[in-house]
């Protein structure tokens, strides 16, 4: 597996979340450098993987816990056979909250 070196910011209160691990912190840190300002991406989990320096499972495993948590919101795609990828959706701390 090749790394990239794209990265993005992850907020300090995301770090400090005690309910991530670090799997999780890095599959998020690599949604926010997809998702720029607009806070929405559509990468595959195979490119999310690549970016935060792990493999396939684990990646699955800590959207799932973002997901959970409240820090990402998961618009699975209908035409998952074609290998459409899934949209990610960045929530911000007012969301989190609420």
Not at 34 to 61: F, H, M, N
Not at 64 to 93: I, K, M
Request: one cysteine or more.
């Amino acid at each position: 597996m090749t790394k990239r070196k794209i990265r993005g910011h992850v907020p300090t209160h995301v770090i400090l979340d005690a309910r991530l691990n670090h799997t999780a912190l890095k599959v998020y840190g690599a949604l926010r450098a997809y998702a720029g300002k607009e806070k929405k991406c559509w990468p595959r989990v195979e490119d999310i993987a690549e970016i935060a320096g792990v493999s396939r499972r684990p990646t699955q495993l800590a959207l799932r816990c973002l997901e959970a948590t409240g820090y990402v919101r998961t618009l699975h795609s209908n035409d998952w056979q074609q290998g459409s990828p899934s949209e990610y959706f960045l929530l911000d701390s007012r969301e989190i909250a609420a």
